[in-house]
């Protein structure tokens, strides 16, 4: 087969045609007698003769030409030669085509610093696909940002392709990592009134240390360092040096190439004050409140933050009011002299307007009124700037997204405003099959389906199992938290449990069914329910049966009491928290009181055995963000038991119990609790006596986290913990046996937001260890308790 470089196709053609080209001025139009195609091998025919000059079109060398340009345009040839065979007045077009290889594969080879994972999204070229270089560069190019990204300036990263049968190649992506430089040393020259300590704290450039090797400490981006330079003038700036310098960064090498030292460069210049503050414009009234937010003050520094502050603030005032398309800017009069600037912020609020529209997109499951039932502004109301806010809160807050945007643009008049809310689902269903192993429960077997956002009606649905040598659970729930779209919350759960406490086992068999409302559903009928957002009050009814067995149930026979427990719970909770799954900044409120009256308990009228008591709970919890992504978070749990009366006491199976991975970490699970000296004979006056834990009717418990990120990309956490906990007796509000009659415990563990769920490994160090009560001398707390759960704890 005859091949040619594609430059030289014109030659081969004009050589080819020459004769007839010189008959057809005399001759009749000649007219193409036949396309052949030859060379092909994946390509169809039919493809390229739909491409090209067809049989019994007139022949026109200015055609051919483009015939070629259109195969090559297809992307499946490297050459095209066109030759010319038969009669001079009937020729034959011989399309000769090469085509070019399919890829096979594409690896890289030599990556032995970043993982596959690391370059996953690095390489576009697929394997059977038509070979492209430029496509193939293009993957050289971005293999080499990763590298750079991760520290690695010196890494060479080139490509190879290796020829296989059948017209068919590998692309090798061959990597010369190199050593992985980082920054030693940042030095700052010229800077006066700012310490080097203080510039370096505004970088996301840092020095490398021993934590380098874990992290991306030390490592240098082009881009993340251009930010940094910007951010090294914010800071002088925020401190009155308006008119700062920084000048052009030099970056050195070692001459072992492992390390690079940093130079800025800075020229500080004169610090200014803030002179007078005065408003210009259409203030609509409202200069006395402008006043009192600003942040920007007479004969303080000035500072740029402050003052971009001030206009956002500014303009969400006028854009609470419906002006839309308020504009703030302001207007400065700098002294050289004194070094006074004087500063005016002019106000144009422009016209009222209304909202026309809102639209839902990005939402491929989840239901349009799923969202639309979160936001707090409709179509047709006034527009609310503060509106917005809020409902972005709230539809974040479902955690059915990782991203929220509230866009606006001009409706179909002057006064009308078109909102577009902009969602990024995520993935909210869970299958969880896990084993883990503890120091007390061993081996645990867990199971779990799930989903937080059921058919995009965003209701939840799961199913769980659980089994370990001291619990078992299983546990079907649904929550509904818009019942028939109105602000009524429906949920039900039924469950089976079995727990072994120290001295008893517990199984519990029931369910409950529980509805609840949004107080701000009031805000027609009382106008200070619009303040009650996001709270809600509760009404739970449970039904269920628990056994109690143990070795002491025939000396604690009143405690150790089997029976059934009718009870209906009333509840409050103001919920705050920016995501109800992961949060990570707010708060949520609960507060309950449950009874189990008699008058709920028929079983008593036929002689059977019922558990009466009322019960009083709170659980407070607070999140807030730290910086680099770390979270701060404190729960506290206070509990309150009462008997109904004094014939019925409270039997020990419904009594509070501490210790666990959900309690106080460190101590073993349920415990933590008040004990009795009982004879293990109870018909034997001189028997040795046993200590039997029993439970208290009071408890509090504290716990306080920092959760920060150690693998972002696969969403494994890291946490630091302490903890402090009792339950008291009846009566009884110390213990003498602890001091401050707390058990507290410190510790640390990680987290692994994983497809099948969170996943927890804490390991907790028991600060109060406690020995065995009968005078062994033997801890009988672990030195360090290592724990595994599935689910959040806050």
């Not at 919350?489 to 519990?508: C, G, I, K, P």
């Amino acid at each position: 087969m005859k091949h040619r470089p594609l430059t030289g196709w014109l030659l081969a053609a004009a050589l080819a045609l020459a004769p007839l080209a010189t008959s057809v001025r005399a001759a009749e139009p000649v007219v193409v007698a036949g396309v052949k195609v030859e060379g092909n091998r994946r390509v169809e025919v039919d493809t390229i003769k739909a491409t090209v000059t067809k049989k019994g079109a007139l022949y026109d060398p200015r055609r051919v030409e483009a015939d070629v340009r259109a195969l090559m345009k297809l992307g499946f040839f490297s050459d095209v030669v066109v030759e010319v065979e038969g009669k001079a007045d009937r020729p034959v077009l011989v399309f000769k085509v090469t085509e070019r290889p399919t890829v096979r594969e594409a690896t890289i080879v030599g990556n032995d610093e970043l993982s596959k994972e690391d370059l996953k999204d690095t390489v576009e070229v697929k394997p059977f696909t038509i070979l492209d270089l430029v496509a193939v560069k293009k993957d050289v190019k971005r293999i080499q940002e990763k590298y750079v990204e991760k520290g690695f300036y010196l890494a060479e990263v080139n490509y190879k392709l290796e020829q296989l049968p059948d017209n068919q190649v590998a692309v090798r992506y061959v990597v010369d990592e190199k050593a992985k430089v980082l920054v030693k040393e940042i030095r700052f020259h010229g800077n006066q009134r700012l310490s080097s300590q203080e510039l370096r704290g505004v970088m996301l450039t840092q020095e490398g240390g021993l934590l380098s090797v874990f992290g991306s400490q030390g490592t240098f981006r082009e881009d993340m360092f251009q930010r940094d330079l910007a951010a090294i003038g914010m800071a002088y700036m925020d401190q009155g040096f308006v008119n700062v310098k920084v000048g052009r960064p030099s970056i050195a090498l070692s001459p072992d190439r492992r390390f690079l030292f940093v130079a800025i460069p800075v020229e500080e210049g004169e610090q200014y004050s803030i002179g007078k503050v005065n408003f210009t414009g259409e203030l609509l009234g409202e200069e006395p409140l402008l006043r009192r937010i600003l942040l920007t003050r007479s004969s303080a520094l000035f500072s740029r933050s402050k003052v971009g502050q001030d206009l956002f603030a500014i303009g969400d005032i006028f854009k609470d009011r419906g002006f839309a398309y308020a504009n703030v800017t302001p207007q400065t009069h700098v002294d050289d002299k004194t070094r006074i600037i004087d500063l005016t912020f002019d106000v144009q609020p422009g016209i009222k307007c209304r909202w026309e529209k809102i639209e839902v997109v990005g939402n491929e499951k989840t239901r349009d009124k799923v969202v639309r039932r979160e936001l707090r502004f409709y179509e047709g109301e006034t527009f609310s700037g503060a509106a917005m806010r809020t409902s972005k809160g709230r539809v974040m807050a479902l955690g059915f997204f990782e991203t929220v945007e509230i866009t606006t643009k001009k409706g179909s008049a002057e006064d009308l405003v078109v909102a577009t809310v902009e969602v990024k689902e995520k993935a909210t269903g869970s299958f969880q099959l896990g084993a883990g192993f503890s120091s007390y429960e061993n081996f645990i077997l867990t199971g779990q389906i799930s989903q937080q956002n059921f058919f995009g009606w965003g209701q939840t649905l799961s199913l769980q199992i659980q089994w370990s040598s001291i619990r078992q659970l299983g546990q079907v729930q649904f929550v509904e938290p818009y019942f028939l779209d109105t602000r009524w919350t429906f949920a039900f759960d039924l469950y089976a449990t079995e727990s072994y406490y120290t001295s008893f086992n517990r199984r519990a068999v029931g369910g409950n069914m529980t509805w609840g409302y949004e107080l701000s559903g009031l805000a027609p009928f009382w106008s200070f329910a619009r303040r009650l957002e996001d709270m809600r009050v509760f009404g739970t009814y449970t039904n269920e049966y628990v056994s109690v067995s143990g070795d002491a149930q025939y000396v604690l026979y009143n405690q150790y009491r089997s029976g059934s427990t009718s009870s209906v719970r009333l509840s409050w909770q103001w919920d705050k928290r920016d995501n109800r799954i992961f949060p990570t900044s707010g708060f949520f409120l609960t507060a309950s009181a449950e009874y189990a009256p008699p008058l709920l308990a028929p079983s008593a009228v036929f002689g059977q055995k019922v558990n009466l008591f009322s019960r009083y709970t709170v659980d407070a919890r607070v999140y807030r963000p730290l910086l680099f992504g770390v979270v701060a978070r404190a729960k506290l749990t206070l509990g309150v038991l009462r008997n109904w009366d004094a014939d019925h006491a409270v039997p020990m199976s419904e009594n509070y119990y501490a210790g666990g991975i959900n309690s106080v970490r460190g101590y073993r699970m349920l415990s933590i609790s008040p004990t009795e000296q009982v004879p293990r004979n109870p018909y034997d006056p001189l028997a040795a006596l046993a200590t039997i834990a029993t439970g208290g009717n009071k408890q509090a418990i504290l716990n306080l986290e920092l959760e920060f990120p150690l693998v972002q990309s696969a969403g494994i956490k890291g946490v630091l913990f302490a903890d402090a906990g009792n339950v008291f007796a009846a009566g009884v509000w110390k213990d003498a046996s602890v001091p401050y009659s707390l058990y507290k415990s410190v510790g640390f563990g990680f987290r692994w937001f994983s497809p099948m769920g969170p996943l927890r490994f804490e390991w907790g160090i028991p600060l109060n260890r406690r020995k065995d009560p009968g005078g062994s001398g033997i801890y009988i707390d672990q030195p360090i308790d290592f724990q595994f759960t599935i689910g959040n704890f806050f």
